[in-house]
């Protein structure tokens, strides 16, 4: 299996950086005294989308070739990766499909349609998901771009860690949630290219801690039943993602629910900027003291912004 | 009476520049094109203390001559002008007395007493708070500082506006929140300074119009039984505010109550960014038509982010 290196990561970065914010990274001082650090937060909650997951799947669209940007993008997505993809496919002019489980949020298969996609909606289940969007592929000849076990996907996200440590010098340690492992991987490619020394924690609900599992076993463990309010974080790492991560990642940490619930607030009421539950996974992992920040430079990837704030945890 | 003019706006922004954040500008696609122009907003919520009553308290503070400043500063409020006061006072290592209405919410009694400020609880109307007042400064010699009826106050204000039209070019009209006008005087002050042709217009909610009364009629209407969710407008103008309002603003318009909560959710949920329902008002006159932007360059002063998260209005 062909996995990325930093230098995919560096021609990801030339390709969509026109397209892309590169967005602000923020610090309070607040927060550093209370947890006695510097942490730095790459704030993806203002990319595009409102997501990090616009960087991938900006590459992953900017990388078809013309051939297959005529026969359009698919995906099966109910949350950021959707509406990524699909506003990246826009600004191509490239046709996106995506297949939603009927039950989405309403406000997420809003957004979707409003960039212009071709909704498929398929009752909830996985294997629903996933045999709509064969059905899709072989009828339309579509590029499928799954959402982080996906070459251009990771080379992409590792962007942001890239801005990161091109703008803040001498960072010890970065910390960074981890779902399917897409930002992970392509976050610890960049650090350890760049800053060799620098520690690369990823951070997990522990009420979803299959990349826990499967960093600390020999094998991919799969998400089964997992329970968090950090709705990003809930998929099984992919089989691109985890060698990457095994290689380049120092430690996986796990963290409560309440903990979670608390960095989120705490972030929402000191930094005054909105962060999704999934970004406030490396501020809670500080909190229950799993890493170690005293007097220590520490970059946060904050994920994105998307809650629905009719369902807020306080 | 002697009132602010711009050079004690720039000699404000002098002394306080190196104590306060220069806050970001910051721009949403999706709301210009939601109103049809380009909107700039001046982060005030990043500001210290979440709030731009940090810059007056903090130009208060360092206009103290040091004798008055060993005799502390004193104020009544329930607000972020208690906070920026007694944050401001801390700095400079001078004792602040704060007089609050025992019924003040938890978090502002202790965000005030975090920052090192001596609090009087008094019963929650404007005469005890007044007398107790009185009675602190009659026993202590400290200096009154007024939320806005005050010339360091009001030049420390204006350099918020001062610092947008610094970085942001061609700017057609600004935008600002109107409730005891420290805010908005400031803010015409700097603006029709530095760009005379820069229509400023000061933005109040309907249930709280008596800057839009006293602006359109010959003398200042207080504010009776307001009634608004924008809680830091609910006051009175004061009388070194309304002759600056009178001649510097060019119109105030009023908002309904929902365009206030539409406005706000719109930038929570595009912008990702926390401000309080005061700083909704000027998109809530922007959505409502009261203002037209159709084309233009518009600042847009964002007030604050300080908002109680258990009692959201979504």
């Known amino acids: 299996m062909l996995l990325p290196q930093f230098s995919d990561i560096e021609k990801a970065h030339n390709l969509i950086r026109s397209h892309i914010h590169q967005t602000p990274v923020l610090s309070s001082i607040s927060i550093d005294s209370m947890v006695g ?18 960087r991938g799947a900006t590459n992953a669209v900017l990388s078809l070739t013309e051939e297959q940007a005529l026969q359009g993008v698919a995906t099966h997505s109910s949350g950021n990766h959707a509406a990524a993809l699909a506003l990246a496919a826009k600004n191509r002019g490239v046709r996106a499909y995506v297949v939603m489980p009927e039950n989405a949020p309403e406000i997420k298969k809003k957004a979707v349609a409003g960039y212009g996609a071709v909704i498929t909606f398929c009752t909830p289940t996985l294997e629903a998901r996933e045999t709509t969007l ?7 000849g579509a590029t499928i771009v799954h959402p982080y076990n996906n070459f251009q996907v990771i080379s992409g996200q590792g962007t942001a860690a890239k801005e990161l440590l091109e703008e803040i010098k001498s960072v010890d340690l970065v910390l960074c949630p981890v779902g399917g492992g897409g930002l992970l991987s392509g976050t610890a490619l960049s650090v350890k290219a760049i800053s060799p020394k620098t520690v690369v924690i990823g951070c997990e609900p522990a009420g979803a801690d299959d990349a826990f599992r499967s960093f600390y076993g020999d094998h991919i463990y799969p998400s089964l039943q997992p329970k968090t309010i950090a709705d990003g974080l ?49 501020l809670a992992a500080i909190l229950e003291k799993k890493v170690d920040v005293a007097q220590k430079r520490v970059g946060i990837i904050v994920s994105g912004g998307n809650v629905d704030l009719q369902n807020l945890p306080f």
Not at 37 to 46: R, S, Y
Not at 245 to 270: G, L, P, Q, Y
């Open 234 to 282: 809930l998929t099984s790492l992919g089989e691109m993602n985890y060698p990457i991560i095994k290689k380049n990642v120092d430690a996986i940490v796990t963290v409560s629910e309440t903990a979670i619930v608390e960095a989120m607030r705490i972030i929402w009421e000191r930094m005054k900027i909105i962060i999704e539950p999934s970004s406030a996974v490396p």
């Open 37 to 54: 650090g510097n942490l730095f937060f790459k704030c993806e909650n203002f990319q595009k989308v409102g997501a990090f997951k616009f």
């Open 134 to 140: 064969q059905q899709i592929v072989e009828k339309n």
